[in-house]
């Protein structure tokens, strides 16, 4: 389906959610992206309901909900697909989100939280090492802020030169630089198949008594992965 035609299909769709259902979504839009499963290959986030600025009432959230037309598409050319099906599905999904996010003020917090620290990290300000823990959790250890993707490895310095990391159902290896320092924040290059935002391999350091109340400040640095071949 062309994407002229797909965002008519939404509007259409749209038209069917009861008016309780709408309140505080500001926009439904259509997006043109390709959005990834981090590990199974095949897999695409279709939608989602992104909160907006609040007031500090969680029943005053308003949201906006995206569907992804690259992702729709990606899931169609694999065969048999009922586009209009979906598409109702993935919407409804979206707007419970809204409704969960308006039923639960403590992770609604917990989320914005996580959007001001990775925008600070984006801006290379002090942050949080472990911020994205607040975000959406994708699978164990991968974490979503934003349109940015998190993975996180534990790390001492008797580890290896190179991790083993699967994405989106692809095997690659991270090459690590000597001298290590953890936490590390490694912004992943040449991945297929990437995400809108970033993806992040976290090494996090193992606890330790000498961590008890304190959070180093993250390193960041950037590194081209490596495809493995089947």
């Not at 907006?52 to 690259?70: C, K, T």
């Amino acid at each position: 389906m062309r994407f002229e035609d797909f965002r008519a299909l939404i509007d259409d769709l749209a038209r069917d959610v009861p008016a309780s259902f709408r309140a505080g979504i500001v926009a439904i839009e259509v997006s043109r992206k390709t959005v990834p499963h981090p590990l199974r290959a095949d897999v695409y986030t279709l939608g989602e309901c992104l909160p907006l600025e609040w007031s500090g009432d969680a029943a005053d959230l308003q949201s906006r909900i995206v569907l992804y037309h690259g992702s729709f598409a990606a899931l169609g050319s694999q065969g048999d697909f009922d586009w209009r099906k979906e598409a109702w599905d993935t919407l409804t999904h979206e707007l419970r989100h809204h409704l969960e996010w308006r039923a639960n003020q403590s992770a609604l917090e917990a989320y914005d939280w996580a959007a001001d620290q990775n925008f600070a990290r984006q801006e290379g300000q002090p942050f949080d090492p472990v911020f994205y823990r607040a975000g959406e959790r994708i699978a164990e250890g991968i974490y979503k802020v934003d349109d940015d993707v998190f993975i996180e490895r534990s790390w001492d310095r008797r580890s290896q030169d190179r991790l083993d990391l699967t994405w989106h159902g692809r095997r690659y290896q991270v090459p690590l630089a000597p001298g290590v320092r953890t936490p590390l924040f490694l912004h992943l290059d040449a991945l297929a198949d990437p995400p809108a935002g970033d993806v992040v391999l976290v090494l996090a350091r193992r606890p330790a008594l000498r961590d008890l109340g304190r959070r180093p400040h993250p390193e960041q640095r950037r590194a081209t992965v490596q495809r493995v071949d089947e």
